[in-house]
């Protein structure tokens, strides 16, 4: 293995990993890997252009490319999603009624429904099956609910 390594030239393996990251953004659709994956490339590039130089060379061209294409791509994407006025479906669901499917017992999640979807709860309170919640906040998979005002 090691000698199948020795063999590769550097600029092929910095092209490997840049495709492999430009794969997995098509996944994410965060846009931070294909930012990673622009910074491989560019190591790449310069491993090609410059086959003699140390393998630094290209790591640190990589390192710095990938620096600058984070920030300011982070703050491009901020930028995009406000101008479109985007809101993910998940976000969206915050302050949206939901029935709670599974009693909620703090600590243990339960299960709400808010339309379509399903998604694990947790709450202040205990809720039991059938309860009518208002979604406060999410986090990756799990949202807080609390009971609606009355009024």
């Known amino acids: 293995m090691q000698s199948f390594l020795a063999s590769v030239p550097l600029w092929a393996i910095f092209f490997g990993l840049a495709v492999a990251l430009l794969a997995l953004e098509m996944l994410s659709l965060t846009f931070d890997l294909l930012w990673l994956g622009l910074a491989a490339l560019s190591g790449a590039f310069i491993a090609w252009l410059f086959p003699t130089a140390a393998m630094w060379v290209p790591t640190l061209t990589s390192i710095g490319v ?3 294409l984070l920030y300011f791509g982070r703050r491009w ?12 479906e998940a976000d969206a669901l915050v302050g949206r009624e939901a ?53």
């Open 66 to 68: 990938a620096l600058v």
């Open 99 to 151: 029935e709670v499917i599974r009693a909620i017992r703090p600590p243990q999640l339960g299960l709400i429904r808010s339309g379509n979807e399903t998604w694990s709860a947790t709450a202040a309170h205990s809720l039991e099956m059938g309860q009518r919640v208002v979604i406060k906040s999410r986090s990756a998979t799990v949202v807080t609910v609390e009971m609606p005002a009355e009024g």
């Open 77 to 88: 994407a901020q930028k995009q999603r406000k101008i479109n006025h985007y809101v993910s």
